[in-house]
């Protein structure tokens, strides 16, 4: 974060429209979500109608399979920053299944605490890739000791013209 200039983390903030849950019944849009694990997840919302992207990037944990790559068969999620709360729901690809006899009706994959939910200004990929590693270089800046945490929030809150 050192090498990072502050106003990037202030041109981040001024692109997120903060918001308290998002869940595959929202407003249509991309919303961002942060974990206390670190993973950030991105929820493509685009049509209320068809089934949600969700994609997760790995935070301080080991990397999850796919990765970076939307999660198969979400069939919902909801992400609560109030309560914390946060899962994934999804379907298993019935070809994976060991025993296609016994019904399957599905997976809720839980998440980390919920730290932030907000709603992407700017839906390209572009503006993603850059706030998912905004976001993790602010986790790992946050979690150092030697953080100068009052100089940091000085800096996001001064207005440049």
């Known amino acids: ?9 202030a041109a ?3 692109a997120l429209e903060l918001k308290t849950n998002v869940s595959d019944r929202s407003t249509p849009g991309v919303y961002i979500t942060l974990t206390r694990s670190g993973a950030v997840y991105i929820a493509d919302i685009h049509d209320p109608d068809a089934t949600p992207t969700v994609t997760r990037y790995a ?9 970076g790559q939307p999660l198969p068969g979400v069939h919902g999620f909801s992400f609560n920053a109030s ?3 946060g899962a994934v729901l999804w379907w298993k690809d ?3 299944c060991t025993d296609p006899s016994l019904p399957y009706a599905g997976t809720t994959r839980s998440t980390s605490r919920v730290l932030l939910v907000a709603r992407l200004k700017d839906e390209t990929t572009a503006q ?8 993790h270089e602010l986790i790992r800046a946050l ?3 030697n953080l100068d ?11 440049e013209e």
């Not at 974060?1 to 983390?9: A, G, T, V």
């Not at 935070?59 to 990765?67: F, P, Q, S, V």
């Open 143 to 145: 979690r150092d000791p």
């Open 94 to 96: 019935p070809t994976e």
């Open 59 to 67: 935070g301080g944990a080991a990397n999850a399979l796919r990765d």
């Open 149 to 159: 945490y009052p100089a940091l929030v000085a800096c996001l809150c001064t207005d």
């Open 1 to 9: 974060m050192s090498e990072r200039d502050p106003r990037e983390l």
């Open 12 to 14: 981040l903030s001024s």
């Open 83 to 85: 309560t914390g709360l």
């Open 128 to 135: 993603q890739e850059r706030a998912v590693s905004t976001l």
